[in-house]
């Protein structure tokens, strides 16, 4: 009898427990970053339909849910799922189906590469990027004379690394129809002793890239599964792409739903008539991977080129101003026209002249809206008192890695007066409440460890200078998590869906193989991914099954 009394017991408790709650999945053994508003870092949660459902202790979660698969993060750790806010998912696909032209110490090194690509390839035409005459100890623009006697019948078009310049041979330049007679405001054509030099700035490039051969559906698919690869391998589950034609949003839009592709895109209209005549006629598209709700405009070039529109001229090249690709008049058309679609504005500028054009335009066309959420993409260089005019309705959204990239010769482009506003990321943030952070890619590497390394060290990656460029404008490890997360996902209207490991949030978080909030700074960018998920799946995984 009194064995069969415990017994008895048992039984009746098990009677009495209530029913295990069904769940997808339950990861524990972490240190959670949630991002939450207290930052609260916790130990494991609960998936249930590609969403946190839970956020808790492990043993209280095992004995609540009937758990069909668990992670064991084995003490590693996550963050929110990382996003880039300004990146070129589509570009750096096509990139990786041309010449890849980056970290080239040399001309002769650029032509080498083509030189080996096209045995290989043997392309009708030779499409290349990546390469930087700032890397070279010539530090100029080359000529097309050595592509002329290469390639005299291919045409070939290599891109500068910021996509705002451009060689090309004498073949291309005919094909676009680009002689010397002509005349394109916004950007550069050169010519030397009255021939063609084959470098062309800004606006002219567009005449090659319309002359380049069209890609079919399928070219474009690949380009954009290889670059979700990488993406993926890096911990990004949602990339802002800042410039999209219509066509290629509506691919992604179709891959997404057919499950071939699991990567979130924030697609950026490009500024083409063509497509804002479709998307601010028929409206923004949402569905839980794609949102197209903003377009994206170019205000002026690039530092690295001299195409960024300044104020004053270079410091190394007097009476050079950079030009504006959009003239104020146009951007404060364009900006009435976007506003009044109920859009959101994401303008590219560089120079402080462009800088202040653009915030002008903005102000004008926000009057009234305070939650425009409009974006200055990269606010690269800042008259001191142009930094009050950006705050939450109108947010900088730049990229660190630019600032340990250009250190090295920005001064010299723009003076010791008017670098202290340039790459200014705690001082935009000090007035606009928030920072987004992003990459560039392809113009910078896709690792979203190198963004945050630059953020909070303002280092490169050899870890110079000692004490940091520019130290007071660095972030700290707080501020640049929120900036590839939260902030990143509310410049997006989406902080109430991501940005943060929140019960009701997408289950999409990044398992990282050291803790970036404490290790030694110097150690940040050898930081590993070991897994992204995204809607609670593991999407990408460097850790042995």
Not at 264 to 289: F, I, Q
Request: hydrophobic share 40%.
């Amino acid at each position: 009898m009194k064995k069969i009394f415990p017994l008895f017991l048992l039984c009746l408790l098990i009677a009495c427990a209530p029913e295990k709650i069904p769940a997808d999945l339950l990861v524990k053994n972490a240190t959670i970053y949630t991002v939450n508003e207290n930052f609260d870092t916790e130990n494991a949660f609960i998936v249930k339909n590609g969403k946190i459902l839970e956020i808790g202790i492990k043993p209280e979660l095992e004995l609540k849910y009937n758990i069909a698969e668990t992670y064991d993060a084995k003490g590693k750790t996550i963050v929110p799922g990382l996003i880039d806010g300004h990146a070129h998912l589509y570009g750096l696909g096509l990139n990786l189906q041309d010449v890849d032209l980056t970290e080239t110490t040399s001309y002769d090194e650029v032509l080498a590469r083509v030189i080996t690509f096209q045995k290989e390839k043997s392309k009708n035409y030779i499409i290349g990027r990546g390469w930087d005459q700032n890397d070279w100890e010539e530090k100029k623009f080359p000529t097309n004379k050595e592509l002329d006697s290469l390639f005299p019948e291919t045409p070939v078009a290599l891109t500068r690394i910021d996509g705002h310049a451009m060689i090309v041979n004498s073949k291309a330049l005919e094909l676009a129809g680009i002689t010397t007679e002509t005349k394109m405001d916004g950007g550069v054509i050169g010519v030397e002793s009255g021939k063609l030099t084959g470098i062309l700035v800004d606006s002219p490039m567009s005449l090659v890239e319309e002359s380049f051969p069209k890609q079919n559906r399928g070219y474009n698919k690949q380009a954009l599964l290889d670059a979700e690869r990488i993406c993926l391998e890096m911990g990004l589950t949602t990339v802002n792409d800042a410039g999209l034609d219509k066509e290629v949003i509506q691919l992604i839009d179709s891959l997404q739903r057919r499950d071939s592709m699991a990567l979130r895109v924030y697609a950026m209209v490009s500024n083409k008539p063509k497509n804002l005549d479709y998307y601010l006629n028929n409206g923004k598209v949402k569905t839980d991977r794609l949102n197209v709700r903003s377009v994206k405009v170019y205000a002026d070039g690039a530092l690295g080129s001299r195409g960024a529109a300044m104020r004053n001229s270079y410091s190394d090249m007097p009476g050079h101003f950079g030009a504006m690709i959009t003239p104020a008049d146009s951007l404060q058309t364009l900006a009435d026209k976007i506003a009044t679609a109920d859009f959101q504005m994401n303008t590219h500028a560089i120079g402080d002249s462009a800088n202040i054009s653009v915030l002008r335009a903005y102000e004008t066309a926000l009057k009234g809206k305070t939650d425009a959420r409009w974006k200055i993409e990269h606010a690269q260089i800042v008259t001191e008192k142009d930094f009050d005019k950006f705050s939450k309705n109108i947010i900088p959204s730049v990229q660190p890695t630019h600032a340990t990239s250009d250190m090295y010769w920005a001064e010299d482009r723009i003076g010791s007066k008017r670098i202290k506003g340039a790459y200014a990321y705690k001082t935009l943030l000090d007035k606009a409440g928030i920072v987004v952070l992003g990459t560039d890619f392809p113009v910078e590497k896709v690792n979203p460890m190198y963004t945050f390394y630059a953020a909070v060290a303002r280092k490169d990656l050899k870890h110079y200078p000692e004490n940091g460029f520019q130290k007071k404008d660095a972030l700290s490890r707080e501020e640049a998590l929120k900036g590839m997360t939260i902030w990143a996902a509310y410049s997006n209207f989406e902080e109430t869906e991501k940005g943060s490991i929140e019960e009701g949030k997408f289950a999409d978080f990044t398992v990282l193989d050291r803790d970036i909030m404490k290790v030694e700074e110097d150690s940040i960018p050898n930081t590993k991914v070991l897994a992204t998920f995204i809607n609670g799946k593991k999407e990408f995984s460097s850790e042995e099954e």
